[in-house]
């Protein structure tokens, strides 16, 4: 049906960079907000930024401007920059997307989780 695939996760040093990226494939008709999430080593989820059709941008405070989150709408994929990394950045992300998609013949709207990747950041 429809699955989110990341790409560019790994193990990076403090103070440097990473680029995720997250395409977005099958049955799709539209996509409507596209969003990373992170889970660090022992603490819950939470929302790193997300980017709406327009390119309406919202980011944690954390990552606003280290993590200029971006789209390409005609390649279905949303890319997280991260700059100027400290080893608090490690965590499992994962891109999120909702869609207007076909689902048995019909248009659904569905919810996509990738499975993640893996950013730790250590000397």
């Known amino acids: 049906q429809v699955q989110l695939v990341e790409s560019g996760g790994g193990l990076e040093q403090p103070g440097g960079s990473l680029r995720l990226s997250c395409v977005a494939s099958g049955s799709i008709l539209s996509i409507d907000t596209m969003s990373w999430y992170r889970q660090p080593p022992g603490k819950e989820r939470e929302l790193v930024a997300r980017?709406?059709?327009?390119?309406?941008?919202d980011s944690g405070d954390s990552v606003k401007v280290r993590f200029p989150i971006s789209r390409d709408t005609v390649q279905n994929t949303v890319f997280l920059p991260m700059n100027r990394l400290p080893p608090a950045d490690t965590a499992v992300y994962s891109c999120?997307?909702?869609?207007?998609?076909?689902?048995?013949?019909?248009?659904?709207?569905?919810?996509?989780w990738g499975q993640g990747t893996l950013v730790p950041v250590s000397s």
């Open positions: 999120w997307a909702a869609f207007l998609a076909v689902v048995d013949g019909s248009a659904r709207s569905l919810e996509v």
């Open positions: 980017i709406g059709t327009g390119g309406l941008t």
